[in-house]
């Protein structure tokens, strides 16, 4: 079992950043996929991000590549969205997501453990 917490939400002016965290129990952290995916009111949960077990493979979602950076820190079993020149659209709540697939996916279903999720909000 992996449980896994969010923190970092909050409400933002557009252009500014954010660092997401996402604390995960358990002494197999590192084994995991860890994804961030992001669901807005009235809309389906979107990919934004995934980080292979050792760090060294990434994923981005087009909409957020070039300003999001995700990052591992498997000593203190921690995930983390840096989010740059963050815009109105990226409003949503965040979740995390650990997955023990040996590929890094972009579908929720791939994935076997969720956060609450933390609320982004980018005002303009």
């Known amino acids: 079992q992996v449980q896994l917490a969010e923190s970092g939400g909050g409400l933002v002016q557009a252009g500014v950043s954010l660092r997401l965290s996402c604390a995960a129990s358990?002494?197999?952290?590192?084994?995991?996929?860890m994804g961030w995916f992001r669901q807005a009111p009235g809309k389906e949960r979107e990919f934004v991000a995934v980080i292979s077990g050792s760090g060294l493979t990434t994923d981005y979602a087009d909409s957020v590549k070039g300003r999001f950076t995700i990052s591992r820190g498997n000593a203190r079993n921690t995930v983390y969205l840096q989010m740059n020149s963050l815009a109105p659209e990226d409003t949503a709540v965040y979740s995390c997501?650990?997955?023990?697939?040996?590929?890094?996916?972009?579908?929720?279903?791939?994935?076997?453990?969720w956060g609450q999720g933390t609320q982004v909000t980018v005002s303009s």
């Open positions: 358990g002494r197999t952290f590192s084994t995991y996929a």
């Open positions: 997501a650990a997955g023990s697939r040996r590929y890094l996916s972009r579908s929720p279903a791939d994935y076997d453990y």
